[in-house]
């Protein structure tokens, strides 16, 4: 198979990656993958893990690293199209149906229909297409495919009929390449193979031929903070080896699940199937042992609900704490609370199908809130007096020198499951649903019942079994016995709570299920047990689904330990559904390796010849802090294939913040993967974009690790309403990566030149490529203006990076050197001059280069913004940033408004008569000119007089024939560029245009 593939023949070919990346159609793919919410690839693993890189991204960054830059860009970035399934072929398969072959031939011309069709009987159609079906003639013609038609014939042919819309639109209507991956790459080889001298027919395949191309062997690639293992799990799916670690042993045991259980053969599933089933029968057996979640008449217990109960100060009574009433509102269900005087407490009642005014009096429970970040407090109505106590005065908080607040709250101890009797905030039963199979033995019934005598003896019977086996489950690792160390997240339970151990955070019921479960599962059934505990804490909301169905959610559904007054709790069937997740399938190629370890970045110790990292830069999530909550049940007694892996968050070692900490961190890491990079390696960090100071920061950071920057790129990952605004969404910003040799010196003036040069030359590069893929077959840019302004801060870094010496300075050092808050170094100067340059290079298309040559700076500021605003564009970000970058002085005179979010340039009315005195930076100029003609013309003056002012307010009109010219470029391009801002205005430009084209000179 890899007979004529010569080992290390693209060893110093750049890569493909390095050169482009069609970043507008991959974040419209980015998007949909991040949109598919569950259906996600990965996501049943652990839905508890956020912030998933995307599979296709990851995949065109892998992809993007083997594959060669070759001297025809364009037929390159066709090759890496159709490896993405971004090409129309692929397109048919991903389509929601293939359409038949009457459609086709009723839509598109075809010369001879039978070349590619039989017909039945042989002269029912005519000779070529389109056919009218309406023709009665036709009727009972029957028409397939010739068997001699290939696949990709075939799909040529469909792919005709595939609406025309923008690429985003059609991403949003087809299928993700993965869930068509069986057929959707059948058309590829022949031209990918043509193009990259390969022999390949699968991924895999191709995959180990470009590796041994480049690397001499089937290529490594490694993720050192591989989190939910998104990166690793694409790169064993193409094909690579692949080698994953994370500080964190909770990543790690994802990153296993998604290779072990999505990657895993159907052998391996089956026999996970297996062990699920031996786990359910288990824990089955010992609950119904035990009697406690089955009421001897049919039904079984499926949420037990319970809430905090507090004492009122006021009245000696215990009211139970509900933020409402309603239980299901679906269903018109709620709670009463009936006053019982002698035990000082209130009874709880279930009523069913209340009327709508009973329904909206439940929604006030005993909580109430006066809004947002107001004290909560506890409200009840004894004999027709309302009793209010704030639950900080419950708490008893009290402010501690330093400004922190203290409670009265009492410290759990580690025997501790449940509140004692004196404990401020108690916990009472509720309410429970139960369910039984229904009569007709077809899925099951379920039914709300208050809590009753036998109930609360069930109760008795969970919590006398945890007070017995605590200490002795806790001792075997089935349950936590681990002391929640104190920290941003973890501070909540222990202040709102009292909570000092993980356990606390589970009730007697969920730490028996819990415990059941983490005994008789092994590593396969470890990722299910985890998906449990989630679900199934004092931290999980009851909530009712718009069906009327009751859940139980999870507590990582925000990032938070948050603490809740009211929680629901699986029994043991309930919480068996979640462990048994539907995962997906995608088997991984037999000669993959893989190998996940714990450890920090900075102990790496294998060598691999691609990173692909996505680092925890400025994470708004703690996942050293919050995983602690599965840590804490997995770390004594892991399975064997877990056991070599620290059961430990070690925070002290976790890089986070954006501190100098950080950044020490982050060079330590990035210079041990260097270290164990061949000289032909190369490197892909992933970025959220977030301002643009994190770009001079991540550089220098890359420089201090020794290594230099080749390129960068910005793909869109968030919401549908980010990506509308243009350049300012959040999301991620690939920065492509080699090692640097040698200590190459230079100084700061020497840098400029050659920043400038690189910065157009790839600015050149791109909006060739725009115009080159346009010719071909697609309508739209391959690269929109902010691409090329990120390939402009990509250039400037490469310039940059090359060097570990500017102006005697070592950059190394510079580079991890406490800064000064505000500071602008030396870096970020550069950074900023390349951004300009980058800008003024970005012609608006319908001007000559030549002619926005000439222009001043004030006509290209206007000129490039009307082109930014019929793109919807309104950010006064970009109107500052443009007017820096052509250096006018003072944008805001044509600013019609300067709000933040919807800023707009003045029109040609609104300038009215003004800026057109010495004074201003449009003075004498051929734009103002026009803009002025363009006021009179809305305003009805006569197309002569209008005429005749142009000709007094456009200096050298007649001794410059090249005026006339430029007026009516200019005329024609506002014409096109106002047509749907200022459709009046745009008609007098194509007026005025027509009037300079026809005057008669001389
Ligand atoms: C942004 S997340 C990676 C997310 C991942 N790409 C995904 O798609 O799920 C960063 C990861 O870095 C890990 N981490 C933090 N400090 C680390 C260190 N010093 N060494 C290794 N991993 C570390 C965290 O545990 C976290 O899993």
């Known amino acids: 198979m890899t007979s004529d593939i010569t080992p290390f023949s693209l060893k110093d ?3 493909l990656i390095e050169r482009l990346m069609p970043v507008q159609k991959l974040s419209a793919e980015a998007y949909k993958e991040q949109m598919a919410g569950t259906g996600k690839t990965l996501t049943a693993i652990g839905s508890y893990w956020k912030g998933r890189k995307p599979l296709i991204l990851n995949k065109a960054c892998i992809l993007g690293c083997l594959l060669p830059a070759t001297k025809d860009l364009k037929r390159d970035l066709e090759v890496f199209e159709k490896l993405m399934a971004m090409d129309d072929e692929s397109f048919v398969v991903r389509w929601a149906r293939r359409p038949r072959p009457k459609e086709i031939v009723a839509a598109v011309s075809i010369a001879h229909i039978r070349d590619y069709f039989i017909i039945v009987p042989t002269d029912g159609l005519p000779e070529s297409g389109p056919v009218d079906w309406s023709n009665p003639e036709y009727q009972d013609v029957e028409v397939t495919w010739r068997a001699d038609v290939s696949e990709l014939e075939r799909r040529r042919i469909e792919a005709q009929m595939l609406p025309r819309v923008p690429y985003r639109e059609r991403v949003d209507a087809a299928k993700r390449p993965e869930e068509v991956m069986g057929t959707v790459h ?46 690793p799990f694409e790169a064993a799916r193409l094909g690579c080896d692949a080698y994953a670690s994370d500080l964190n042993p909770v990543a790690c045991m994802l990153t296993w699940g998604a290779l072990n259980i999505v990657g895993a053969s159907k052998k391996a599933r089956a026999h996970l199937a297996e062990a699920q089933e031996e786990m359910v029968a288990k824990a089955e057996a010992e609950i119904t042992s035990l009697g406690i979640e089955h009421d001897g ?13 507090a004492r009122c100060p006021e009245t000696g009574w215990l009211v139970p704490m509900l933020p409402n009433r309603v239980l299901n509102k679906v269903r018109s269900i709620v709670l009463e ?75 759990w101890a580690k025997s501790d499951f449940k509140p004692k009797p004196m404990d401020i905030f108690q916990e009472r039963l509720y309410a429970i649903q139960w369910m039984r199979p229904t009569k007709s033995g077809r899925g099951e019934e379920y039914e709300v019942r208050a809590v009753g005598e036998s109930d ?22 089935w349950v936590p016995n681990m002391r929640i160390e104190p920290g941003y997240n973890t501070d909540q339970p222990i202040r709102e709570r009292g909570w000092t151990y993980w356990h606390h955070l589970f009730n007697p019921r969920q730490l028996l299920v819990g415990g059941l479960l983490n005994q008789f599962s092994g590593a396969e059934l470890k ?23 009751a859940m139980v959610t999870g507590a990582f559904d925000n990032q938070a330990l948050n603490t809740l007054i009211n929680y629901g709790c699986r029994g043991m069937r309930y919480a068996l559904d979640i462990a048994d997740a539907d995962y997906k399938s995608f088997e991984l190629s037999q000669k993959v390796a893989y190998n996940i370890a714990c450890h920090s970045a900075e102990q790496l110790s294998t060598h691999n010849d691609i990173y692909v990292t996505d680092p925890p830069y400025g994470d708004a999530v703690k996942f050293e802090e919050i995983l602690e909550f599965f840590i804490a049940w997995l770390r004594k007694n892991p399975p064997l294939e877990f056991s070599e892996w620290v059961w430990d968050s070690r925070r002290s070692l976790a890089i986070h913040g954006e501190d100098e900490d950080f950044r020490r961190g982050m060079v330590a890491s990035y210079k041990r993967m260097t270290e164990c990079m061949p000289e032909s390696g190369i490197q892909v960090i992933m970025f959220t974009h977030q301002s643009g100071s994190i770009w001079a920061d991540m550089a220098n950071i890359v420089w201090a690790s020794g290594l230099r920057v080749t390129a960068a790129w910005y793909v869109a990952t968030e919401t549908e309403s980010a990506l509308r605004e243009g350049s300012y969404v959040k999301g991620t910003v690939l920065l492509v990566l080699r090692k640097r040799t040698g200590t190459n010196k230079t100084t700061r003036d020497d840098l400029a030149w050659e920043i400038q040069e690189e910065v157009a030359s790839q600015v050149a590069d791109l909006t060739g490529l725009n115009q080159a893929a ?161 006021m009179e013309l809305v305003n009805d003056l006569d197309g002569g007089e209008v005429l005749a002012h142009l000709t007094l307010n456009v200096p050298d009109y007649y001794s410059n024939q090249n005026q006339r010219y430029l007026v009516v470029e200019l005329a024609d391009y506002l014409a096109k560029k106002l047509e749907t801002l200022r459709p009046e205005e745009a008609t007098a430009a194509r007026v005025l245009r027509e009037l300079v084209k026809n005057q008669r000179l001389g």
């Open 456 to 477: 609360l003896e069930r109760e008795r019977i969970v919590e006398d079994y945890i007070g017995r086996y605590l200490s002795e489950w806790q001792a075997k690792g």
């Open 297 to 309: 008449q049919g039904w079984r217990g499926k949420i037990y609900l319970y809430c905090n109960e």
């Open 527 to 549: 990722l299910g047990f985890a998906r449990v505990l989630n679900c199934n804490s004092r931290l999980s909301r009851f909530t009712i689904g718009g069906s009327g169905a």
């Open 337 to 411: 609370l009936i006053p019982n005087a002698p035990s000082q407490r209130y009874d709880i009642a279930i009523r069913t199908g209340v009327s709508n005014a009973e329904m909206v009096e439940a929604r006030q429970g005993t909580v109430h809130t006066d809004g947002p970040g107001r004290d909560p407090y506890l409200v009840h109505t004894l004999g027709g007096i309302e009793h209010r106590t704030k639950l900080s005065t419950l708490r008893g908080d009290y402010r501690i020198a330093g400004g922190t607040i203290g409670n009265k709250l009492r410290m």
């Open 774 to 934: 346009k010719g071909f077959y697609r309508d739209e840019n391959v690269f929109e203006d902010a691409d090329i302004q990120m390939a402009g801060y990509a250039a400037a870094l490469r310039v940059l990076t090359r060097y570990a010496i500017i102006d005697g300075r070592d950059m190394t050092t510079e580079a991890i050197r406490p800064r000064i808050k505000g500071e602008t170094t030396l870096v970020d100067d550069l950074i900023a001059f390349a951004v300009d340059t980058a800008n003024q290079c970005l012609v608006p298309q319908g001007i000559a280069k030549p002619h926005w040559d000439s222009f001043s700076s004030a006509e290209r500021f206007y000129l490039k913004l009307i082109d930014l605003e019929t793109k919807g564009l309104k950010t006064l970000d970009n109107y500052q940033n443009f007017a820096k970058a052509f250096k006018v002085r003072d944008f805001r005179a044509f600013m019609a408004s300067q709000k933040a979010n919807q800023a707009r340039l003045k029109s040609a009315v609104e300038f009215g008569k003004t800026e057109m005195s010495e004074a201003s930076e449009f003075y004498q100029s051929a734009l103002r000119a026009v803009l002025y003609a363009l």
């Open 186 to 231: 059948q058309h590829i080889w022949d031209a990918v193979n043509t193009h990259l001298g390969t022999s390949a027919c699968s991924f895999p395949q191709l995959i180990e031929q470009l590796g041994i191309m480049r690397f001499g062997h089937r290529p490594r690639v490694a993720d050192t903070f591989c989190g939910s293992g998104q990166i």
């Open 13 to 15: 070919t750049p890569a």
